[in-house]
C-alpha cells in the first residue's frame, strides 16, 4: 500500500501538468505520511541531494559545452570532418561528415540536445544544398546526437553516478561510455555509406592542402578540450570534477580570445541559460533523493527484484525486459528523471543477475537516449525538426532504419559486457 500511494501521488501529478521535481517532492511526502516518517526527514533528504561534492562536475561541464557549443565550435569541427572524409571520396560524404562532426562536438558539449542544434543548423542547410533529401540530414543529426548522452563527459553519466548514490565513480562511467559511443556513430556510417550508393548520393570533395591545414589547425584548438578531459583523467593528473573546471577556463579562452566569434555582451544571456539549466537539475536530484529514501524505506527495490525472478531467472530475458521497460519509459519520460527514478529501483535488481553497475548505466543511457528520439517526449526529435524545418509525421515516416541501427548497437552493448567493460577495467584498475 505504502508503494501505490508513492507511485499513485507521483503518476496523478504527472498526469495534471505539474513540473517533475514537484511531482517527485509530492510523491515523497505522501510517501513519509503513509510510512510515518516525520517531513523533516525529507526535507533533510532533499538538502543531503544536492550537498555532494560530485555535484560540481555538473556546472562545469554544463557551462563548458554550452560555450563551445555556441562559440564557433561546431561549424569549426565540421569543417575538420570534411577535411577527413575529403580524403576518402566516399559516396556520401557529407552524412559521414555530420557524424563525425557529432562525434567530436559531443566529446566536448556533453549534451546530445545542444549538438542537434549546433550540428544541425549546419550541417542540413549543407547537406540540402548538395542533393540530399532535407528529412535524411535532419534523421541523421538526431540519431548521431545520441552519442553525447554516452562519451565523455556525458551529463547524464554523472546523474547516473549520483543517482547510484555516489557509489559509482564517475571516470569509470565515461570510459565506460567511449566505446559504446564510438560504436554507434561507426554503425551510422555504415548506414550511411549503404543508403547512399542505394540512393546515389554525391560524393565527398577533397579539402585543397593548404586549406585542409588551415581548417585543422583552427579545430585542434576546440579538440584540446578532449584531450584536458580524457587524458588530465586517465593520467591522473586531475578528477573529473577538476576536469570540468579546466575545460571551462580553456572553452572560454578559446572561444573569446582564438575563435572571438561569441560577442561579450551575449556571454551574460549564455551564463544565464546555464544557471538556469543547472538549477532545474539540481531541483529534480534533490527531490529525487528523497523519493530513493522513501523507496528504500519500502524495500521497493527488493519487491521489484522478487518480481522479475518471479518471471525468469535467466539473466538475458531479464536483460531484454528491462530494455523493453526502458525504452518504454524513455518514450515517456524525460532523460534527466527517468535515470533519477528508475535508477534505484533497477540497479538492485541488475545487481542481483550479477550485471555490473557501470555496464547497466551504458545500457540505462542507450536506452533513454533512443527513447528522446521519439514521441511523445523526445528532446532531440523535436530540437532536430525544429533546426531541420521538417515536420516530425516527415521524420518519423523515415528514421526507422535509423532506429534498427540504434537498436542493434543497444543489443550488442547490452549483451556484450566488454564493449562498456573493457576500457575502464583496464586503465583505470
Known sequence: MDIFILLATMLVCFLIGMPIAYSLAM???????????????????ISDGVSKVA???????????AIMAEGGMAKRLVAFADV??????????????NVLATTFLSGISGSAVADTSAIGSVMIPQMEANGYPRVFATNLTISSSVQALLVPPSHNAVLYSLATGGTISISALFMAGVFPGLLLGFSLIMLCIVIAYRERHPQGQTVPAKDAVKITIDAAW?????????GGILGGIFTAIEAGAVACIWAFFVTMFIYRD?????????????????????????CASAVGYIMALTQMPAKMTQFFLSISSNKYVILLLINVLLLLLGTLVDMAPSILIATPILLPVMQNFGVDPVHFGMIMLLNLGIGLCHPPVGAILFVGCAVGRVSIEQVMRKIWPFYAVM??????????????????RHILR
Open 84 to 97: 577527413l572524409v575529403g580524403l576518402t571520396r566516399l559516396r556520401g560524404g557529407l552524412s559521414i561528415v
Open 27 to 45: 510523491a515523497a511526502i505522501a510517501g513519509a505520511l503513509s510510512v510515518g516518517i516525520p517531513l523533516e526527514a525529507v526535507m533533510l533528504k
Open 55 to 65: 555535484m560540481l562536475t555538473i556546472p562545469f561541464f554544463v557551462l563548458a559545452g
Open 262 to 286: 561569441y560577442r561579450w555582451r551575449d556571454l551574460p544571456a549564455l551564463l544565464h541559460r546555464t544557471f538556469r539549466t543547472v538549477a532545474m537539475v539540481m531541483t529534480l536530484i534533490a
Open 222 to 230: 576546440g579538440l584540446i578540450t578532449l584531450v584536458i578531459i580524457l
Open 407 to 424: 537498436f542493434g548497437v543497444l543489443m550488442a552493448v547490452t549483451y556484450i559486457p566488454e564493449i562498456s567493460l573493457w576500457l575502464p
